[in-house]
């Protein structure tokens, strides 16, 4: 049993977060809801609380109001394998108002930070060749969503 989990706080829209999100990748669902009811602080009926799951990993999404915002000081990391899951993604999460960012990074329409990752990104600057790794970092420093073969091809010279 998992026992530490992300929480997430969204100001009115967690059933609606968690409903895109578990669209998006395998081996998701919504666990449960739960709703605010009558003489509570939420409008009667509205989500109160999501619970979920992301490629197994459990959350718990809130909402509890405009008190909080989220910040890039935390984000979801998403290692994918192909640059076809990278656009895929990246597509899907800036979409409706959300915000590209740098170095695979982006913004989903709530404004919850997303790394979008290759793990041969981690292998190109973990390069036991310092001159390697730093052509493939100078690149990614360039790149918002990142291309695969462009790192590839930096890395290589």
């Known amino acids: 049993m998992q026992t530490i989990s992300p929480f997430l706080w969204f100001d009115d829209q967690a059933e609606q977060a968690a409903e895109l999100y578990v669209s998006l990748f395998p081996d998701s669902r ?3 809801v739960s709703r605010y009811p009558e003489g ?14 992301l490629d197994g990993l459990g959350l718990q999404a809130l909402n509890g109001g405009p008190a909080f915002t989220f ?4 984000s979801l990391l998403v290692r994918v394998e192909t640059q076809e899951e990278i656009d895929r993604l990246w597509d899907a999460l800036t979409a409706d108002g959300g915000e590209p960012g740098q170095c695979g990074w982006l913004k989903d329409r709530w404004g919850l930070s997303w790394q979008i990752v290759p ?3 981690f292998e190109l600057l973990a390069d036991p060749d310092p001159e390697r790794a730093g052509r493939a970092m100078q690149a990614m420093l360039t790149m918002g969503r990142l291309d695969i ?3 590839r091809a930096a890395a290589d010279g």
């Open 40 to 53: 509570s602080p939420g409008p009667v009926g509205q989500a109160m609380s999501v619970t979920f799951e």
């Open 119 to 121: 793990p041969v990104l």
């Open 149 to 151: 073969a462009a790192l």
């Open 30 to 32: 919504i666990v449960s």
């Open 71 to 74: 910040t890039e000081a935390i």
